[in-house]
């Protein structure tokens, strides 16, 4: 089955709301149109609403880069799906490495995550990769294993369909190190493996699986061109449009 190309573009946290304005129309100007890859901007929470008003008549979509799984309360800080949902989100991180490296989450919180994100009718973008000690250690198969696992535990068929995989090993990740174009496709297919483990050829199938990790318009032909390699998730090249759009449209 062919798989449309995902092509998301991570801010973390960067921009004041006047520079993920001129950002956000940037992209628009420059891959706008696109409709034969799947395009998203997830800026920082603050500017969600401001974003969502400059992409909202184009083919951009919107994400946010986490979420509170609880619904409402006295949880100090955090933003619910309904709150995300409600400023035109379509798409949510969750389970970035940076996530699980500064601020505890753990394959048990990804998953009540992607339960809410998929329960309030949005997107999971679900990040997984291992750390280069992991990797050199030879624990990156199960480490791998142990995320995919944990974070689609209780998930039927049909929200599986819903959600895309971020590989992003976390040795290249902003280091300017990336995977090879092999590197990147051996461990998608790996992943792909593990759906096809729990849910099936057709659900393993369809999953897209983007690679993250120093992706950039020079490299980005490479990669995406890899069997198994669905999309990117982008960070420091999502921050300049035409470095965004050359990953959209790599030459
Ligand atoms: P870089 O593209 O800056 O390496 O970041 C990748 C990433 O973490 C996207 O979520």
Redesign the pocket.
């Known amino acids: 089955m062919a798989r449309k190309k995902f092509i998301a573009g ?1 801010w973390k946290m960067n921009t004041t709301v006047e520079e993920a304005c001129a950002l956000a129309k940037g992209v628009v100007d420059t891959v706008g149109n696109v409709s034969d890859v799947d395009i998203a901007v997830c800026p920082p929470y603050t500017n969600l609403s401001a974003v969502y008003e400059i992409i909202k008549n184009s083919n951009v979509k919107l994400g946010a880069q986490d979420v509170h799984w609880e619904a409402k309360g006295a949880y100090t800080g955090k933003v619910s799906c309904a709150m995300l949902k409600s400023v035109g989100v379509t798409y949510v ?1 969750v389970g ?3 996530q699980r490296q500064y601020f505890g989450e753990t394959d048990a919180t990804v998953n009540k995550k992607v339960k809410a994100v998929l329960a309030a009718g949005l997107l999971p973008i679900i ?1 997984v990769g291992e750390t280069l000690e992991e990797r050199k250690g030879g624990k990156m198969d199960a480490v791998i294993e142990r995320q995919v696992r944990g974070a689609f535990e209780g998930l039927s068929v049909e929200d599986t369909l819903k959600c895309t995989i ?1 590989y ?1 090993p976390v040795w ?4 300017g190190e990336t995977a090879t174009p092999k590197q990147a496709n051996d461990a998608h297919v790996f992943i792909r493996g593990i759906i096809f483990k729990l849910y099936g050829d057709e659900t393993a199938g369809a999953m897209r699986i983007q690679y ?4 950039k318009p020079d490299n980005a032909k490479d990669l995406l061109g890899q069997k198994d390699v669905d999309g990117g ?5 999502a921050l300049k449009a035409t470095d965004f759009a050359g990953i959209v449209r790599p030459v």
């Open positions: 991570n991180i970035h490495s940076e990040c971020a992003e290249a990740i902003g280091t993250g990790g120093s992706m998730l982008i960070g420091g090249a």
